[in-house]
């Protein structure tokens, strides 16, 4: 590990009281007669769909919002095993990893909204959350996904429903409830790239008032590269491992009162994600700072491979993050009319990561960095149905507590010399360049509503208020070791109308105008100092959105939506290089952006055994005014990792064997147009566009209790851009890290 690193407190041990069984990632029952394999055929037709979005069971045709909701069938056939995987598949929304070279980290970017950064005093643009549990960090946040009913992708600003920090959208993470099945499986895949992983599920009631669901988690891969000049790296470079499990149970306590625990927690040890360089002077500045005292940083010095790491700074090259967390949800149905739900719960989480920014062996900018953060929430739902209309209504608190370190590093000339090398050269030991410190505090209280008119016509709104406290400080040991405390106070009042309406065909049109939310706060990395350590105001947005869903012919159902998104206040985070060295990193609010868009998808059902999925979006984004005193951004300006085109394509073929087994034949692709890696246009920072191409073929026993499946990830083996981030005579880039792999999956179920 890194030689400042803590010593991670949730081990293996600690992991085991979770992983009682063992299931399936994304697991997802199998189907085995014919009559059931045609019913495969239509599982993921949209018509069938339901949803919890709103915090209400319905219809994904009649939830006037745009959603994406993934069933755990798709995502296994996708060979979808975390967040970042999810990206890939739902219209305008691209999920990146920048952050500190750690694969866990998950940059979600929904309509042009999003955040690059991970730092404590950040805040993301989209929120995630677990069976209703807000994780207010992005390190961490690029889950694996095992254990999954669905995930469904909200777009557009959420602040009514989920308030803070859901601008651009969120993403709900629903698990697998106690007692919704009888079963248990065992699942076993083996790949190349050194691929192994296993997945253990169990899910069945104890009694008739208590009901479990457990599953425990191993996933490993070799790395991609190798740290060449460091005499015993600890990992190799893109290298994966993680064990995570997760425990819940389920108690009937009466007739109308029920409580459901869950804890659960990972461990993750990686190396550091894929990352070079690319030089973008043809002869260095005489002024850079790679100059002067130091060799000059030239082309040669870089490892051949661009997946090699050049570093010779030992821990750079490993990273890991873990975490672990518990919940309590408590309902109660009231009568017939009314229930509530408390949901209380906790979670804390600490990671390893950091960058050699010149990657090579020169020490010129490296920057090792380390993290930790406890959150606490409880909300209090009451909700009401009645004939004509229904109601969901909150009060919520969040408490956040957490810090960032870099450091020691090496950041020359800043640095003097504390000692020499074997072979003369100087040594910079470090020192800590920033530690940062917030504690943040967030209360809110809202409701929304939805009225039936008439049999056809339905209309809802909601308000929310929301007010967030946050107390930060600084230190900067290498401004003399001064320290900065801020503190600062948001408020706003977010809100949405909408109104839906079943035509006579039976499609369902909606309409609705919202208002998202997102706080303020305090620069990530403030290199200038204290100085830079200043507070930027809450952004806010309106979203003006139309959409069509239902079945457009007997054999298609289409989800549409047409939008156009305002943006007041937008705070853009972008590092700029300044002669002599350093960064000039600030957060701002910079001014008024506009998003205007299509999305669309599409489930065919060709015939009994052929089926297709479709997504297209098409976003068309821009800084639309710049304040005055804004230097950097401007007007036409792209926000950052905002492709204008996003594609997917998911088609399916089944075939019915003669012995009563089944062959399921399963295809994706997915495509992200070129984006930019900040929202500063620079040719440098231009990400070119990429496409993804995966296959899955299973057998499925005549029984239907095991299956066996040959799959590809990424077939065409595309290695594209994750980040591209402009310094002094050169880009940093990180790479992808999902190479072309081919494998087998076996899984069998047990009845219980």
Request: aromatic letters at 10%.
């Amino acid at each position: 590990m890194h030689p400042t690193s803590k010593t991670h407190t949730f081990t293996l041990k600690k992991l085991t009281l979770l992983t009682a069984a063992v299931s399936i990632a994304l697991s997802a029952n199998v189907h085995a007669q014919s009559t059931e394999n045609n019913e495969q055929a239509n599982s993921d037709d949209f018509e069938n769909i339901t949803v919890t979005a709103r915090k209400r069971t319905e219809s994904l045709f009649e939830s006037p919002t745009a959603i994406t909701s993934l069933s755990a069938s798709f995502m296994e056939d996708a060979n979808i095993s975390n967040l970042d995987d999810v990206g890939k598949y739902v219209p305008n929304l691209n999920i990146s990893r920048y952050g500190a070279g750690n694969s866990a980290h998950a940059s979600i970017f929904i309509r042009g909204i999003g955040l690059q950064d991970h730092i404590i005093t950040t805040d993301p643009g989209v929120g995630v959350y677990v069976d209703g549990v807000y994780l207010g960090r992005q390190m961490g946040s690029n889950l694996s996904l095992p254990n999954i009913a669905s995930v469904e992708v909200l777009r557009g600003p959420q602040g009514t429903l989920y308030g803070r920090n859901t601008l651009g959208g969120a993403v709900n993470i629903i698990t697998k409830k106690p007692g919704d099945e009888s079963v248990a499986s065992v699942a076993v895949k083996v790949g190349t790239l050194g691929r192994v992983a296993t997945d253990l599920y169990l899910n069945g009631d104890i009694n008739d008032d208590v009901s479990i669901a457990a599953s425990g988690s191993f996933k490993k891969r070799d790395g991609v590269g190798k740290a060449i000049n460091l005499p015993n790296p600890e990992k190799e470079i893109g290298e994966e491992q993680e064990f995570s499990g997760r425990l819940a149970a389920n108690w009937k306590v009466s007739n109308n009162f029920s409580l459901l625990f869950a804890v659960d927690g990972y461990d993750n040890e990686g190396g550091q994600s894929p990352y070079t360089i690319e030089f973008t002077e043809p002869s260095p500045d005489p002024t850079d700072i790679f100059n002067g005292d130091f060799p000059l940083l030239t082309a040669d010095l870089l490892p051949s491979d661009p997946d090699d790491l050049g570093t010779t700074v030992p821990g750079l090259e490993s990273t890991a993050v873990s975490g672990w967390g518990a919940s309590i949800t408590a309902n109660w149905d009231i009568n017939q009319n009314y229930s509530s739900k408390l949901i209380t719960s906790f979670r804390g989480s600490d990671y390893e990561g950091g960058l050699d920014d010149d990657a090579s062996p020169l020490n010129l900018s490296e920057f090792p960095e380390t993290g930790e953060a406890d959150q606490y929430s409880v909300e209090l739902q009451i909700n009401g149905t009645f004939d004509n209309y229904d109601f969901v209504s909150g009060i919520y608190f969040f408490n956040e507590d957490g810090s960032t370190e870099s450091g020691p590093f090496v950041f020359s000339p800043f640095n003097t010399p504390d000692s020499l090398n074997t072979d003369g050269s100087p040594s910079f030991g470090g020192y800590g360049f920033f530690d940062l410190h917030q504690e943040t505090d967030s209360f809110a209280v809202y409701a929304n509503a939805s009225y039936d008119v008439s049999d056809k016509l339905t209309v809802g709104g909601g308000l929310r208020y929301s007010k967030d406290k946050k107390d930060a400080d600084a230190l900067f040991p290498s401004f003399g070791g001064e320290r900065a405390f801020r503190t600062a106070e948001f408020s706003e009042v977010s809100w949405d109308v909408n109104a839906a309406y079943q035509l006579d065909n039976g499609l369902n049109v909606y309409a609705q105008v919202q208002k998202g939310y997102q706080t303020g706060g305090f620069p990530p990395r403030p290199f200038g100092g204290p100085a830079q350590f200043v507070q930027f105001d809450e952004t806010t947005s309106i979203n003006y959105e139309t959409g069509l869903k239902g079945k457009v012919a007997e054999n298609v159902s289409l989800l549409a939506a047409l939008f156009f998104t305002k943006y007041d206040d937008l705070a853009l985070p972008f590092s700029d290089p300044t002669a002599g060295g350093g960064f000039v990193t600030i957060t701002e609010n910079a001014g008024t952006s506009e998003a205007k868009g299509v999305e669309l998808e599409a489930t065919i059902d060709v015939n009994d055994n052929f089926a297709l999925r479709a997504a297209v979006g098409y976003l068309d984004a821009e800084i639309t005014q710049v304040d005055e005193n804004v230097t950097g951004v401007g007007v036409g300006d792209s926000p950052a990792l905002t492709p204008k085109w996003t594609l997917m394509f998911a088609p399916s073929y089944y075939v019915d064997l003669d012995s009563g087994a089944t062959l399921a034949f399963k295809a994706d692709y997915s495509f992200r147009d070129k984006m930019q890696g900040q929202s500063v246009f620079n040719p440098n920072e231009t990400i070119d566009s990429r496409s993804i191409v995966g296959f899955d073929v299973k057998y499925t026993s005549t029984n239907g209790d095991w299956s066996l499946s040959l799959y590809g990830e990424n077939v065409t083996d595309e290695v594209y851009d994750q980040g591209r981030l402009q310094q002094n005579g050169f880009v940093g880039i990180v790479r992808s890290n999902d190479r072309r792999e081919f494998g087998l999956r076996f899984k069998k179920d047990f009845e219980m």
